[in-house]
């Protein structure tokens, strides 16, 4: 089964389709039932908050959709496609074409520049911007040459959004990515990642445990305890910039 | 070039300290592979256009005295290709003052170079016809003796002194050793190869149309040993003293033995390095995925596979081992060069160049990146096995047990700290202690040719070699001559031996050897074991080497044929009344007059053992001896010492300090890196310690405490290891009928390999105590796993 191409997908509405799907892994002597039985549909070009205490399975379920866990139960369709029987060369396809992951400690490898950290992405995706574009979109073009030693929080976040969006993923994970910077940057960063999701037509998925955020969301879901317990759409989102916490 | 090749160099710039001293490690392996392999191939190259150049004959007889018409018997013998017979007698070389030196004349015919075993001048010009005051010397022997292009040398020949001209140096493919009559060792300076015109020689030695020395080629396809038995039928007759093949031929036995040597140690040695190598990237690598976790995981949600991602971590590896092997291969050209340089004074073989074959080269590459995939095979599998999800995850905590020293609870913490590190991971403890093992057991090995070489020395003169002088005869001479020796200046007895060739043989296998009679009441020389006991020659029935016994599958009390090749020429039954675990060669023993019946002679002496007030022979001694017509050769324990010292020292030696600085280069990289792995492993928990209120010098304990137990397991280890192990495995790569020193471990040994292996140790953990100096205790707790 080959992944599904940009082309296909424009005529499924549904982007994800999630049929009781449960996560179980053990850590060290450890069982945990990280989620119990989910049933999720997402729409493309939605921008959603996942809203959940820590171990509530917000970070499993975003794996889960991004292909890079697979769930022990259940179905995870993504455009008709079921993922959670794809092989792993498949999974890494998925996530090579059509995936941006973006993490709360920004995952930057040390050893290379920013503008290298970005080009980890570009050498490998379709039809990607240059990594120069990328670092133009996130405002750190004047940074290409520095390590993520050299850079700020706030900067070595906008790398990993430029890493993110350089492969123009139709899909933005994004992990706590404001959970280790200091208010102003973090609202700097959701207004990057609001700003490239609605001009690229990226649907967007943020992890958070701050409740403000979600008022920027067109869509926000509720964890606890490895369950949805909410579901709201939300029809006037406020802009990043406008945020308050 | 893409990203992620930039991140493996500059990964691998990260970890240049520990990267390097792996490189190191194959890098010398690979020059040891590199050296001794092109010196094996030079050799065997420069061997084999020497014997084709020369005519190296397949097969080698000698007779007492035989017709020149017998060569065309011999010719007709089926498989024949050709026969080349000449006229050789024994002679000795009254050189300056010191001991007459035994030596053998070979008749040449001009420029007419002779059909097999051509001799080559290598300077000057062969013997003209006619001549009988010209003469050629063998190389070799020129050069120990400083004998020059126009000197002029003294030659004993029958009894007759000779005044000859030095007109030609020459190489002979039949000379390439040489060894003293009644001698073990090779030793070029003790025995003279002289080329004289053939007539000269004939009448020299009394042999006007008649010939005693025998060689053939064979035809392809033809069994050299069917041929050799032919020639012996043949001579018989006329006094055969015995045909060999080639691969029993003196000086071809002894250099196909050390090529054998040579060859089985070019492979044995760079295993040992690359197993080390291969252990050290395994530790290395897994430590570096561990700590990548993160960043292994980013590159798989980027959307890497996790085969691209194990393979960039697999050219890291790759990468080290193809350093190691670039750096071995130009660090083995050196030191083949050098070597080569040792060999050319060892091997007389000329045109002997070290080569560097691009084969060799490319075999050293593959051995080194195979030898690095294995090592980091573990860590790429753990990466292949990592999922992606599992890798954003930090690690579970490392579980430790109280294990087997819980009950060491009266231990400091620190040391229950570094037992519980040693026993959380039995096998990486296990490979670390096998690794400084591996390079005790080198230095084991590098200082044994030693200690062998003084056991052995020490109990042959002691107990087994007690005459200050040995007197070879060129013919056994009647027993009552020994009162002449005995009246000889400053000696205070005289003993007979009698030496006498044989056949020795079972079924369809043979060796030709020399049978001792040794007298009853003589007391100059006893029969040895290998550990210095003295063995009791029976009043009848043979003693033999216990070597022998085992080729010939022979026990005690069994009847072995014996083909005497003096005397009578009989062939005898005889019963074998035990065995002797002799050093060197093959030998029968038996009573002196009980070998003079067997001879059916009256009772003759070959050797003169000389027992001197002085234990060194006296000016006036060895003048008398040179005057003695029938004294062939003379020589002194003491002599023999030197030489061997002297030509196997210089060699030893050097060998010995390579394989020692190559042993401390294991040790010195494994401890270099475990302390760096531990170093980088508990960086939080040795920064705690400081943070709790430990001095520095006490946090580098618990880290010393752990290589110091993984040296002082290895130590021992590491001993059993050369000394069960590796000694034993040289030993089998040395052919045991030439020699079989004994294997031990002396006390200077094991001091030895534990001197170097702390040193290095300590070299090792002073390149990361720099780094612990370097330890930030608030920065080490600040990171985060």
Known sequence: MAPPSPAVAASEPVLYRLANVTKTYRMGDVDVHALRGVDLELDARELVVLLGASGSGKSTLLNILGGLDQPTTGSVQFRGEELSTLSDRRLTEFRRFHVGFIFQFYNLIPSLTAHENVELVTDIARTPMTADEALEVVGLSDRRSHFPAQLSGGEQQRVAIARAIAKRPELLLCDEPTGALDYKTGVLVLDVLETIARELGTTAIIITHNAPVAAMATRVLTLADGRLVADERNAQPVPAKELDW | ?785
Not at chain 2, 407 to 436: I, Q
Not at chain 2, 503 to 513: K, T, W
């Open chain 2, 1 to 785: 070039m893409t990203v992620l090749s930039t991140k493996e160099r500059r990964d691998l710039i990260a970890l240049r300290g520990r990267a390097l001293s792996i490189i190191v490690v194959v890098a010398v392996g690979i020059a040891s592979f590199i050296a001794m392999r092109g010196n094996w191939d030079a050799l065997e190259t420069a061997r084999d256009r020497f014997y084709e150049q020369s005519r190296f004959g397949d097969v080698f007889a000698s007779a007492q005295r035989a017709p020149r018409s017998v060569v065309k018997h011999l010719e007709a013998i089926d498989g024949v290709a050709s026969v080349d017979a000449r006229v050789s007698q024994g002679v000795t070389l009254p050189i300056g003052d010191g001991e007459p030196i035994a030596g053998v004349a070979i008749g040449v015919r001009g420029d007419q170079p002779g059909t097999l075993n051509v001799m080559r001048v290598v300077r000057g010009h062969a013997p003209e016809i006619g001549r009988s005051d010209q003469v050629v010397l063998l190389e070799a022997f020129a050069h120990a003796r400083d004998i020059h292009l126009g000197d002029e040398i003294a030659v004993v020949v029958l009894g007759r002194m000779k005044r000859l001209r030095v007109v030609g140096i020459g190489v002979s493919a039949e000379y390439l050793f040489t060894m003293p009559p009644g001698e073990m060792m090779p030793d070029v300076a003790r025995f003279a190869v002289l080329w004289l015109d053939e007539t000269a020689l004939s009448v020299a030695a009394d042999m006007e149309g008649s010939v005693n020395r025998f060689s053939a080629r064979v035809q392809p396809g033809t069994s050299a040993e069917r041929v050799a038995k032919e020639f012996d039928r043949v001579l018989h007759d006329y006094g055969g003293l015995g045909t060999v093949t080639r691969s029993r031929q003196q000086s071809n036995f002894i250099l196909e033995s050390e090529l054998v040597g040579l060859r089985n140690m070019s492979f044995a040695m760079p295993m040992i390095f690359l197993a080390v190598a291969a252990l050290l990237l395994n530790l290395i690598m897994k430590r570096i995925v561990r700590e990548h976790r993160g960043q292994i995981a980013t590159l798989a949600a980027v959307g890497y596979s996790s085969s691209e991602i194990a393979w960039s971590y697999g050219r890291i590896a790759l990468l080290v081992g193809a350093a190691g092997a670039i750096g071995g291969v130009a660090l083995g050209w050196a030191l083949g060069i050098g070597l080569t340089d040792i060999y050319r004074d060892f091997f007389a073989l000329p045109g002997l160049v070290f080569k560097l074959r691009p084969g060799a080269a490319i075999g050293a590459l593959v051995a080194s990146c195979l030898a690095a995939l294995i090592g980091a095979v573990g860590a790429l599998r753990s990466i292949l096995a990592l999922a992606p999800a599992e890798a954003m995850r930090p690690p579970a905590p490392q579980k430790y047990g109280h294990g087997a020293f819980a009950s060491f609870s009266l231990l400091s913490p620190m040391l229950r700290m570094t037992l519980r590190e040693l026993a959380r991971k039995p096998l990486r403890t296990l490979g670390t202690v096998t690794a400084v093992a591996s390079a005790v057991a080198l230095l084991v090995m590098a200082r044994w040719f030693d200690d062998a070489m003084t056991l052995m020395i020490d109990t042959q003169f002691r107990s087994a070699l007690r005459d200050d002088v040995t007197v070879n005869l060129h013919e056994a001479v009647p027993v009552n001559q020994l009162r002449m020796f005995e009246h000889l200046p400053g000696v205070i007895r005289a003993e007979g031996l009698r030496v006498a060739p044989i056949r020795i043989r079972r079924g369809n296998v043979s060796r030709d050897i020399a049978i001792f009679g040794h007298d009853a009441d003589g007391r100059l020389r006893r029969v040895l074991g290998k550990y210095g006991d003295v063995a009791d020659v029976p009043p009848d029935g043979v003693l033999l080497t216990s070597e022998l016994a085992r080729i010939l599958n022979l026990s005690v009390g069994e009847r072995v044929e014996v083909d005497f090749r003096e005397g009578d020429f009989r062939t005898r039954h005889l019963t074998i009344t035990g065995f002797v675990d002799e050093t060197f060669g093959l030998s029968a023993h038996a009573d002196f007059k009980t070998l003079t019946g067997w001879l059916e002679q009256e009772p003759r002496v070959s050797t003169v053992l000389l027992r001197l007030e002085e234990r060194t022979p006296s000016p006036e001694l060895l003048t008398r001896l040179r005057e003695i017509p029938a004294v062939a050769g003379v020589s002194s324990g003491r002599h023999a010492v030197e030489q061997m010292e002297a030509q196997s020292g210089e060699m030893m030696v050097v060998f010995g300090v390579i394989l020692s600085l190559f042993a401390a280069s294991i040790t010195v990289g494994v401890v270099y890196n475990m302390a760096k792995a531990a170093l980088a492993s508990r960086a939080r928990d040795l920064a705690s310690l400081r943070v709790l209120g430990f001095h520095r010098t006490e946090v580098a304990q618990t880290l010393g405490g752990e290589i110091l137990a993984i040296v002082t397991m290895a130590l021992p280890v590491g001993m059993l290891m050369g000394r069960y192990v590796m000694l034993p495995a040289m030993m089998l790569s040395a052919d045991p009928e030439m020699y079989r020193l004994p294997i031990i471990l002396s006390g200077r040994t094991l001091l030895f390999a534990t001197a170097v292996t702390v040193a290095a140790t300590v070299m090792g953990f002073l390149l990361v105590n720099r780094e612990l100096k370097r330890l930030d205790p608030i920065s080490a707790l600040k990171t985060r796993e």
